[in-house]
C-alpha cells in the first residue's frame, strides 16, 4: 500500500530565506507526482507536475526534484515571501487511467515579514 | 489549465439531509474525481464519475452514500446523503487534463465545505 508522508509538518522562515520542503513515497512503482498548495479553506492549486521518467520541474521560484528509486522528492522554494504561506502538499499517482492520487498529510509554511 | 465551479461554495446543513455539489468545468475533460478533505485530514479519493456510466468508488465509499452523475464531459454533481456531523468535510472536483502541454496534470476547484449541524 502507497503511504506519502511529508517532513516537516510545519515550518517558519523569515522573509527571503531559501526552503526546503520533503516528501517520501513507500513505493517507487509511480506514474508521477504532483505539488499542490493550499491556502485555508480553499482548492488545491497545481504548482508542478513531475512524470516518473523526469528528475525535476521548474516554475518561477520553485523548483521540485524527484528520485524515484529513493522514494523522494523535494520542493525548493528560492526567496521566500508572505505570500508563499499555505499548506504544500505532495501526491503521487501510481496507475495512470484511475486519477487516483495518494496524498500526503502537508507542510504548513509559514514566512514572516 | 481547466477552470473548475464548485457551487455551493459553503453550506450548514441539517443532519439526516441530503445535498448536491455541481462542478462545472469550462473545458471537455476525459476524467473527473471526487474527493473528500476532512478537518485536519488530506485529501482522500471518493469516486471516479464516469460520463454516461455508473462512477467508480474507492473502498469505502458506497453509491448509496454518495451517489454521483456525469451526463456530459464538463459538468458532474456528488450527493452527499443522509448527512450525520462526519460528513462535514470538504469536498473537492477535479479534473484530468490529457495531452495537455503540462502532460496529465490534475486539477481541483475551490471545494465546498459543508458543516453538517
Known amino acids: 500500500k502507497q503511504e506519502v508522508t511529508q517532513i516537516p509538518a510545519a515550518l517558519s522562515v523569515p522573509e527571503g530565506e531559501n526552503l526546503v520542503l520533503n516528501c517520501s513515497f513507500t513505493?517507487?512503482?509511480?506514474?508521477?507526482l504532483q505539488w499542490f498548495r493550499q491556502d485555508p479553506g480553499k482548492g488545491l492549486t497545481s504548482l508542478l507536475l513531475i512524470q516518473s521518467s523526469q528528475r525535476e520541474q521548474t516554475s518561477g521560484r520553485l523548483n521540485a526534484s524527484l528520485d524515484k528509486s529513493s522514494g523522494r522528492s523535494t520542493l525548493y522554494i528560492a526567496a521566500s515571501q508572505p505570500g508563499d504561506s499555505a499548506t504544500y502538499l505532495c501526491a503521487v499517482r501510481r496507475i495512470p487511467n484511475t486519477g487516483k492520487l495518494i496524498f500526503g498529510q502537508g507542510t504548513t509554511l509559514q514566512v514572516k515579514p | 489549465s481547466a477552470v473548475i465551479s464548485q457551487k455551493p461554495s459553503r453550506d450548514i446543513c441539517q443532519r439526516g439531509t441530503s445535498l448536491t455539489i455541481q462542478c462545472q468545468v469550462d473545458?471537455?475533460?476525459?476524467?473527473m474525481f471526487w474527493y473528500r478533505q476532512q478537518p485536519g485530514q488530506s485529501l482522500t479519493l471518493i469516486a471516479t464519475a464516469n460520463q454516461g456510466s455508473e462512477a467508480t468508488y474507492e473502498s469505502g465509499f458506497v453509491i448509496d452514500k454518495f451517489p454521483i452523475s456525469r451526463p456530459n464531459l464538463t459538468f458532474s454533481t456528488l450527493t452527499v446523503s443522509n448527512m450525520s456531523p462526519e460528513d462535514s468535510s470538504i469536498y473537492l472536483c477535479?479534473?484530468?487534463?490529457?495531452?495537455?502541454?503540462?502532460?496529465?496534470?490534475?486539477?481541483f476547484g475551490e471545494g465546498s465545505w459543508l458543516t453538517v449541524v
Open positions: 473545458s471537455q475533460v476525459t476524467m
Open positions: 513505493d517507487s512503482a509511480i506514474y508521477n
Open positions: 477535479s479534473v484530468e487534463e490529457r495531452f495537455s502541454s503540462s502532460g496529465n496534470t490534475i486539477y
